[in-house]
């Protein structure tokens, strides 16, 4: 099975990208299933099932979504594979521009806003550095130059990705995911991240609510930059 994991902040056009996709998808006899992570609500389920395709939806609540994704991505495939599907399409929210929810033989996508600000980018981090494929959307609503200058802010962080410009609205750029992702090998039997989570948690992690340092255990980084660990 291929497994592609799609993600990129909120409102940066993932789902429509990924519902143009799967219809190109459909029409080359290809067999994919949805699982699409969100935070507390979603109501995406409704716009995939339109193509009697197998869709499941996972609610992280309390958990990172990426690291929901993570924690789940072998019941996923499990899933898939028992609902006859030769392509697992994971959309994760990707709210944490510090995690990463991309396996290595994954194909793994970055969803972007241009619209965001040129240099957007540079704050992004593994989510978007460590993508096989760099979709940048909505380039519609800037300029040629802001839409260049966007493109080489993303392959100053990202050397080796492939940028896709993609319209959630007319489809531009689906086939050409459609047929990336037909052509991407399928994954391996022991995958593993790639790049690493979080150094570690704190006790903000753990429920603790009150505010200051001093009720407050784990590695922790000061506002100078200085980073120290605090606990047994």
Known sequence: MKLVVL?????????????????????????????????LWTDDDRRFKKFDIPVHVGLAKDMCPDH??????????????????????????????????????CLAICVIDVTTGPNTPLKVGPLLTTADIV????????SQ?????????????????????????????????ADIISKWPDVGDDMVLRY???????????????VARKHHMGVLRNLDGFMEYKGE
């Not at 802001?146 to 007319?170: D, S, Y």
């Not at 704190?202 to 603790?208: M, N």
């Open 7 to 39: 993600a990129g902040t909120p409102g940066a056009g993932k789902t429509s990208v990924l519902l143009h996709t799967i219809k190109s998808l459909i029409s080359d006899d290809k067999k994919p299933a949805v699982v699409k992570v969100d935070c």
């Open 68 to 105: 929901f994704t993570i924690y789940n991505t072998e019941e996923m495939m499990n899933w898939a594979d028992e609902k006859g599907a030769d392509i697992l399409l994971n959309e994760t929210a990707g709210l944490c521009l510090r995690c990463a929810p991309y396996p290595d033989s």
């Open 135 to 142: 979709v940048m959307t909505k380039s519609d609503l800037v």
């Open 145 to 177: 130059a802001e839409r260049e200058v966007f493109r080489e802010r993303v392959l100053e962080v990202n050397p080796g990705c492939k940028i896709v410009e993609a319209n959630g609205l007319t489809g531009k750029g689906s086939f050409e995911l």
């Open 196 to 210: 690493s989570p979080p150094l570690a948690i704190c006790s903000l992690c753990t429920g603790e609510n009150r």
